[in-house]
């Protein structure tokens, strides 16, 4: 999924996230579920020569904010005849949370609860089956590893329905196209301020690292230590998640599978694998690092 979501105040969820939020997550294809962004002070609108390499290194569009705070968005309610109409409940006036082939919507009766939407065909692609393994799985690692992704409940698909349609704007047009239907995957909406981190570049994961650990209290990085050594755990396991291994990271230290679709592809590509050796590793020094103050996060 997704470069990610966007809002201005991190959420609490619960351990759990098919109990927990696009982007989504969702993960993005968050797959997610995950979704491109708003910030008030780290965007930028035509970045010169001069900034782009500091622009790699911080998370502009994988830093998950929704241009509105879940919390404070006004609840219209539901309206009779509504119940189980996806495409009624969106707020279609959020940023752009788009991934490369599916979007997040946040729900404007529950802010805590939104939709990964997808093409069912895309690029002529049945994705239906896809994204059905996908919900499948993420419940196997959460059984039995414990671990937390966004997927609520499971995926289901459905002609397009035409409201939908007419009342997308922005980049959600030239996303979508026309497609004849959709797959709809409830989620649970990604923790407002988290980042994804992802294991291709040293420089940029430890630029990302640095920015989120700006936000946490000791607390909060000692328990992203103790999170991100579980996870190595659990790719050791499941070494198929090192696919376009991605994660989410909340302020609060919690970490969060995204986009389990990829594990579609099966074995782990020779440059997935090259990429992701040492990387979690790394990580967990650059936490304990800071932790002891050997690395400035101000």
Known sequence: LLQIFTITQVMTLPRSITVPAAIILAAASVACM?????????????????????LKLMPQKEIIRYGLDPKTIKLRGTRPGDEGYWWKD???????????????????????????????????????????????????????????????????????????MRNLGGPYVKHFGTPKGLIIQPSRTAPEG??????????VLYGRLLYILQSMSVESK????????????????????INDFQLVIDTNGRTYHLDLNRVKRGEASQKDARNFEGCLEGAVKYVGDSINGTVSVS
Not at 225 to 235: A, D, F, K, P
């Open 194 to 203: 988290s980042i994804i981190i992802r294991c291709y570049n040293d420089r």
């Open 90 to 164: 969106i707020n279609y006036r959020q940023r752009g949370l788009c991934g490369g082939e599916k979007c997040f919507f946040i729900s404007t009766i529950d802010p805590l609860r939104g939709y990964l939407v997808g093409d069912s065909n895309f690029h002529g692609v049945p994705r239906f089956a896809e994204a059905v393994e996908a919900y499948t799985y993420a419940a196997k690692l959460e059984s039995e590893y414990d671990i937390r992704h966004f997927y609520a409940d499971p995926p289901y698909e459905m002609n397009t329905p035409p409201l939908f």
């Open 34 to 54: 995950v979704l491109t962004s708003l910030s008030t002070s780290t965007e930028s609108s035509s970045p010169n020569l001069d900034n782009r390499r500091q």
């Open 222 to 241: 000692q328990n992203l230590l103790g999170e991100l050594e579980s996870v190595i755990q659990v790719v050791e396991a499941q070494p198929v998640l």
